[in-house]
């Protein structure tokens, strides 16, 4: 069965820092790996889809890497800034009927 | 482009009542179709897939159901609420590669 988690679970940083979230997953058989991002009360947007034959995707600041055979994933948020301040979740998609399996998320504070 | 319509927004409902929650998908044929419920503290729970029209899959054995009447159209049902079913329910469409949720909806058994 497949299990993803994600670290730290709650992260805080000054306005202006980059930032790294981790993801890990404990079967590599992916089909693609997905970022999202979550504000409180609200649906999920999609930020960064990875596909198994990747290693990275790139999109404004973001930077989703994916290392399958280690079943890691990281988010790095450049100059990040308080509108960033969000939950973040990476799920993994291992490609039967693209079920998602979620991390249980991010909570990242960007401080002015 | 595609949109997906959840609603609504919130609810409240007693214990024993029933439930209707619709999700409509638009700018798309065919699409898998999902419906996911957030617990306060938990992850993303997959709770029902459909990949056609009348084709439901479940996940988790509970008190819910689902039905796929229409291909872009996939409802969240129960007969009677219990407080285990609080939450917020999230629906989906994949075309088979990235995912797209809607807005939730925020389920409150009292």
Do not use: M
């Not at chain 1, 990747?54 to 930077?63: D, H, I, P």
């Not at chain 1, 290392?67 to 998609?93: E, F, H, M, N, W």
Request: net charge neutral; glycine share 10%; charged share 15%.
């Amino acid at each position: 069965k497949q299990e993803v988690t994600q670290i730290p679970a709650a992260l805080s940083v000054p306005e202006g820092e980059n930032l790294v979230l981790n993801c890990s997953f404990t079967d590599s058989a992916i089909y693609n790996l997905q970022w999202f991002r979550q504000d409180p009360g609200k649906g999920l947007t999609s930020l960064l889809l990875i596909q198994s034959s990747q290693r990275e995707q790139t999109s404004g600041r973001l930077n989703a890497s994916l290392d399958k055979s280690s079943g890691r994933s990281t988010l790095y948020i450049a100059a990040s800034q308080p509108g960033d301040s969000a939950t973040y979740l990476c799920a993994v998609d291992t490609g039967t009927a693209s079920k998602l399996t979620f991390g249980t998320g991010t909570r990242l504070q960007v401080t002015l | 482009s595609q949109t997906i319509h959840q609603w609504p927004a919130t609810l409240v409902q007693p214990v024993g009542s029933p439930l209707s929650l619709e999700c409509t998908v638009e700018g798309t044929s065919n699409p898998n179709l999902y419906w996911y419920r957030q617990a306060a503290g938990r992850g993303l729970q997959l709770l029902f897939y459909s990949v056609g029209i009348g084709q439901i899959s479940s996940e988790v054995p509970q008190n819910l159901s689902a039905s796929r009447p229409q291909d872009r159209q996939f409802i969240l049902s129960s007969k009677k609420l219990l407080l285990s079913d609080s939450g917020f329910y999230l629906c989906a469409w994949s075309g088979g590669g990235e995912a797209f949720f809607g807005q939730g909806t925020r389920l409150t058994v009292v």
